[in-house]
């Protein structure tokens, strides 16, 4: 079956999906498509947050249900060696 996902730029990804596939499966394909590592993924169906483990057939999602995907932001703390780097090239150059 077919699902779109909207995400926050007001983009659409398109995924040829069973009714069998986990939420975990949904969001290992979006970060392979757009870069969103899985844990900063919220995905939302008929206003509700789905659950990693938990397959589209549990949530009654069928071919061509639109989910909706919201970027969370990073907790402190959690900033990658990358994210480290740019603030210290940042209070650098101050």
């Known amino acids: 079956m ?7 730029r007001a ?9 069998s596939t986990e939420i975990m499966h949904i969001k290992l394909q979006i970060m392979i498509n757009e870069g969103t590592p899985i844990e900063l993924q919220k995905i939302v169906f008929n206003e509700e947050e789905l659950e990693e483990n938990r397959t589209l057939k549990s949530y009654n999602i069928v071919n061509e249900s639109t989910l909706y995907l919201f ?19 940042t209070f650098e150059n101050l």
């Open 2 to 8: 077919k699902i779109y996902i909207i995400t926050e």
């Open 71 to 89: 970027r969370l932001e990073r907790q402190v703390g959690e900033a990658d060696m990358t994210d480290e780097r740019k603030v210290f090239e």
């Open 11 to 19: 983009r659409t990804i398109t995924l040829e999906v069973a009714d």
